[in-house]
């Protein structure tokens, strides 16, 4: 091998290739300055670091990422991450306000000297520019694989220059809930995409295209599809051939089909693993087909309230799925059935069954072992009966367990106790009694919510019982917990939601009130006989909502708590004057109905400007108002 001159000479030379990409680097900064200027709000610094003087160095600018071997700009990504967004099917949303958080401007038409782009994302800003559309020299960036708009409030129409990016892999375009919306009355330029993997256009009205099935399937490398909110009128369409075998996800939720279920063209998308019909207004029953898409992992049918009866619809054989949402909508059946109907493999892959809000009845089965996977089981707001099965004890993975406002009568058994890894028992709104023990308790050691409100049920416990949980929500209203205050609570420390009204109660507040109770938001402990006087340094506690009425209380009212919005102290004997602090801006209802307060109502309840209910009647005050 010839040495190089350099080496013979014994100098440090730099390559040809180096000093291009010396070059490159130094020119890329311009176009990226360019971009900033059409930024008029950047709130958070997110472009502090792009300035004249560091240009020859961009690649180390945030969200700048650069060819390694020419320096040639590759990666745009200035997509707002603490803006608030709702997950709705594994699918994130913009939604709520995020201008605190985003850039705020117009995009550049300087991107487009970025003629080695493969990746931009500015998704979650608002970059809508004074003319609110969505800019189509972005369809002349024909090296870009990634382009994620999403959540920039555009109107107007989405521009089909968009189907020259012949090399997009990913496009998003999904709208902000909430704010105009883009629309499209053609679509046929997505299928001049061929290597498009996965598409969002939830929230983008798509209202006048009806051959919409006709042209993804144009595009057989689409892996995800997500049509939600689009207005489509109908997907009752007869494919002569799938192309979309590699489909993997299809969301078409909120939108209004309104016709049979088993008209649906997806149905013959085999290979999917995502399927969401959420509030498509499909009726009917689903087709045989169901039973042949056994690579379903997530199924989610809920909110289309003219389903009616499952007779003919068995999931038995989708070994796969792992999430079936039945909620809302309607269901007249029994529970066995339905649970009989359920995933039946050797392996149980089941981990979510939602069937809440439908009218589903009958005694719950103890025999579930086909259902021991089960991680969320949601049967709330039914016309269940009978008792809770002792097998309940079975499902060991069990996290949430919601079978509130149904008919469920008898003893809680105490097996439920053995479910080690619940986070969220919900039993409330039933008819059910007897003794709730410290055996019910026992190995529940990651409860985060605990609700057995509208029962008649009784928690027997030791006084100097410490529970293995730490409460976030305790809801027991109505059960019988008095006639002491539950000394168990003192150890709930992280709780934030507590209610405790009718529970029999009679007593006064314990001494650990304000420390065990100082983070809760929500305190309702109405309609007791707890006596004596409220803690005097209340006005350090967390408390937005505090209901206390309908007790025994006496003395003074101290200074309340900050941030109290709400406050019911009515019918109690409390005396004395009104607190000082009573006045907080946050204030929104004030109830003191049926006291003994005397003296005048202190000026400072004219701060409170949010005060939209104030009722004093039935007390001693005296004196002109404020």
Not at 247 to 270: I, K, Q, V, Y
Not at 364 to 370: E, F, S, V, Y
Not at 534 to 552: D, G, R
Request: glycine share 8%; with cysteine; hydrophobic share 40%.
């Amino acid at each position: 091998m010839r040495p190089s001159c350099c080496r013979l000479a014994g100098l440090r030379c730099t390559s040809a290739r180096a000093g291009r990409r010396k070059l490159h680097t130094a020119g890329a900064g311009r176009p990226l300055l360019s971009f900033k200027r059409g930024i008029t709000s950047d709130l958070l610094g997110v472009l502090d670091s792009w300035h004249k003087e560091g240009q020859g160095n961009c690649c180390q600018w945030r969200g700048v990422k650069c060819s390694n071997r020419t320096g040639h700009i590759l990666r745009l990504d200035l997509r707002n991450r603490h803006a608030e967004t709702q997950t709705i099917n594994e699918n994130i949303f913009p939604g709520g306000y995020y201008g605190d958080t985003a850039l705020v401007g117009q995009i550049s038409n300087s991107l487009l000297t970025m003629d080695r782009l493969v990746h931009l994302d500015l998704s979650m800003n608002f970059l809508q520019g004074p003319s609110g559309r969505m800019p189509e020299f972005l369809g002349s960036l024909t090296r870009l694989r990634y382009l994620n708009l999403s959540g920039i409030p555009f109107s107007g129409r989405v521009p089909p220059q968009l189907g020259n990016l012949s090399n997009l892999q990913h496009l998003d375009l999904s709208c902000q809930i909430g704010t105009g919306r883009m629309y499209s009355r053609d679509i046929s330029w997505v299928a001049r995409i061929p290597k498009l993997r996965s598409l969002g256009m939830n929230s983008v009205n798509l209202s006048t295209i009806v051959d919409w099935p006709y042209v993804v399937n144009m595009i057989p490398s689409l892996k995800a599809l997500n049509l939600r909110f689009c207005s489509l009128s109908t997907a009752n369409h007869s494919l002569p051939h799938i192309n979309l075998t590699k489909l993997e996800r299809l969301d078409l939720s909120d939108n209004t089909f309104a016709h049979p279920m088993a008209r649906g063209w997806f149905w013959n998308l085999t290979g999917l693993q995502h399927l969401y019909l959420v509030g498509t207004q499909l009726y009917g029953q689903a087709p045989d087909a169901l039973a042949h898409m056994t690579s379903l992992q997530v199924l989610d049918l809920s909110g289309n309230p003219n389903m009616g009866g499952m007779s003919s619809t068995s999931f038995k054989h989708l070994c796969s799925l792992k999430i079936l949402d039945l909620s809302w909508c309607q269901i007249v059946e029994n529970i066995k059935d339905i649970i009989g109907r359920m995933p039946q493999c050797p392996l149980n892959k089941l981990q979510v069954l939602r069937l809440g809000y439908n009218n589903i009845s009958g005694n719950m089965p103890d025999q579930t072992a086909h259902l021991t996977s089960l991680v969320v089981l949601d049967i709330s707001v039914n016309n269940l009966n009978g008792g809770i099965p002792h097998g309940v004890g079975l499902l060991s993975s069990l996290s949430r367990l919601d079978l509130s406002s149904n008919n469920l009568s008898g003893p809680v058994p105490s097996e439920i106790g053995m479910l080690g890894n619940l986070t969220m028992m919900n039993l409330e709104g039933n008819n059910l009694t007897g003794d709730f023990t410290e055996e019910h308790f026992a190995s529940l050691t990651k409860l985060k919510s605990l609700d057995l409100s509208g029962n008649s049920l009784r928690i027997t416990v030791d006084p100097d019982w410490i529970p293995p949980f730490s409460l976030e929500e305790v809801e027991l209203s109505s059960c019988q917990l008095g006639p002491s205050f539950p000394a168990w609570l003192q150890f709930q420390v992280d709780a934030l939601r507590v209610e405790l009204s009718s529970t029999g109660i009679v007593d006064r507040l314990p001494d650990w009130f304000n420390t065990t109770f100082a983070k809760v938001t929500y305190l309702h402990i109405s309609n007791n006989e707890i006596s004596g006087r409220l803690p005097a340094n209340m006005e350090f506690m967390s408390l937005q909502f505090f209901f206390i009425n309908s007790n025994t209380l006496t003395g003074e009212i101290p200074n309340l708590p900050r941030n109290i919005t709400f406050l019911d102290m009515s019918e109690n004997s409390l005396t004395g004057n009104l607190p000082s602090n009573i006045g907080t801006p946050d204030l929104i209802s004030l109830v003191l109905i049926s006291n003994q307060i005397t003296g005048h109502i202190p000026e400072s309840l004219c701060k409170a400007e949010a005060l939209y209910a104030l009722d004093l009647s039935n007390n001693l005050l005296e004196g002109q108002l404020p």
